[in-house]
């Protein structure tokens, strides 16, 4: 009895530090989304919405590359990407749609209460309207790529994957230029953009010029005439099978015209 009992607790000496190493990680990511968390609130006060977003916006991508996109600490991190897009960009739409997100992450978050206004109050009020018709959350993927990393992957060997950096912003009545980059691993014949302009349902598609293993493509400018696009791409092989997509139609990227 007394050896069985010496080697569980050799077990759990060794085993300790690298669940103690995991944990630490986990609190440092955290720790990191709430600092920025927190510089984008005082930014908000001082009607720096665009520097306030940017802080976010490095928020999401630290949870990313840490792998901890089901963090409640993002719940808040969505909640004032909709106070920037509402309050920063007079943009209803996509702020809404980061209440829906922040709700959907954790249903107790609050967007502080110095932030808010008669206007977001309305747009709170509506998300939570949305979670109720919306029912239980499902997985949440962030879907987002680091710009470093999809620049990266063109110059290293064997990279893997596709790489989009989404497109934010466009002007009105020019054309949006879509760039995505495919990793050695996906077997990919040809990609596939899919696009619709504001207010429409179906989504019209082309197919992305090939360059080695960049593909590109173009959305019309007729179509940046309204307050947004939506559009996604998808990767498929030489029979037709989807190996790889950025987006989807439920779920698609989305573009501010301005």
């Known amino acids: 009895m007394p050896t069985r009992i010496a080697i569980i607790l050799a077990t759990l000496a ?38 306030g977003a940017r802080k976010l916006r490095e928020a999401l991508d630290i949870a990313e590359l840490a ?56 747009a709170w009020r509506a998300a939570g309207r949305a979670l109720k018709a919306l029912g239980p959350p499902p997985r949440l993927r962030l879907g987002r790529r680091r710009r470093a990393e999809a620049l990266a992957i063109k110059k290293v060997k064997g990279a893997r994957g596709l790489a989009h950096d989404p497109v934010d912003e466009v002007k009105r009545g ?13 077997r990919v014949a040809r990609v596939m953009l899919f696009y619709r302009a504001a207010g429409k349902v179906k989504f019209q598609k082309s197919t992305m010029k090939r ?13 940046t005439k309204g307050r947004y696009v939506h559009y996604y791409i998808q990767a498929l092989d030489q029979r037709g099978r989807l190996t790889a997509h950025n987006g989807s139609a439920k779920g698609p990227n989305v573009v501010i015209v301005k």
């Open 211 to 223: 360059g080695a293993n960049v593909f590109r493509g173009k959305i019309p400018a007729a179509l």
């Open 174 to 186: 020019f054309p949006i230029t879509i760039k995505v980059t495919v990793g050695d691993d996906l």
């Open 67 to 122: 792998g901890k996109t089901k963090s409640p600490v993002l719940a808040k991190t969505f909640a004032l990407l909709g106070v920037a897009a509402i309050a920063g960009r007079t943009d209803t739409y996509r702020g809404l749609h980061y209440f829906v997100t922040a709700r959907r992450i954790d249903q107790r978050v609050k967007v502080p209460k110095n932030l808010m206004t008669p206007e977001l109050v309305v």
């Open 14 to 51: 060794v085993a300790s530090p690298a669940a103690a190493q995991g944990k630490d990680k986990t609190d440092d990511t955290q720790a990191k989304v709430e600092a920025l968390n927190n510089e984008a609130v005082s930014a908000f006060l001082r009607y720096s919405y665009r520097g």
